[in-house]
C-alpha cells in the first residue's frame, strides 16, 4: 500500500468533505486520519490515505479533477520511524499579540521539541480589553526531557501566557 499525504484548498462549501471522500472510496483509497477546518470562508484540508499501487493513478486524477479546488498529492515517507519520543499536549492561553506563535514555536525547537499538531485562534474577551490567544499544541519532546522545562520555557515568554498539559 502507498501511503499518501493530500492537502486541498478552495471556497467552503455544504458536502465538500463528502465529495472528496467519495472520490477516495470510488478509486480504491482508504481515509486514513485527517485535519479539516473552516477559515474566512474557504476549507483548508490535509489527509492522509492510503491505496494500492495499481490505483495510485485513478485516484491522483479523480482528486486533481475535483472542481474549484488546489489538490496537492504527496507520497508518505515510508522509512522506518524513529522509536517513539514521549508527547505532550500543551493548552496556552494569554493576550494575543503580533509574533506570539513565533516566540512559541522558537522556544520550543530550542529545547529540542517539536511541535507536531498545532490548533490556534484568537477570541474577543470584553472584560480583559484585549483579544485572547489560545492554542492547543502536541509537543514531542527529545528523549530524556521532563515536560516542565518546556513549560517552564514558555511561561517565562512574558508574564499573561499560562501553559498547562492536557491528557491525550
Known sequence: MK??????????????????????????????CSNLSHLLGHFAGIIKLEVAEEHFQELQNALSALPKLEVRIEAGNTEIEPSPREQINLVITGNDRPGIIQELASVIRHKGASITHLNSRQQSAPNWGVPIFSAVATVTLPNGMDKDEVIDALESITSDLIVDTEEA
Open 3 to 32: 501511503q499518501l499525504v493530500i492537502t486541498i484548498l478552495g471556497k467552503d462549501r455544504p458536502g465538500l468533505v463528502e465529495d472528496i471522500s467519495s472520490v477516495v472510496l470510488k478509486n480504491h483509497g482508504n481515509w486514513l
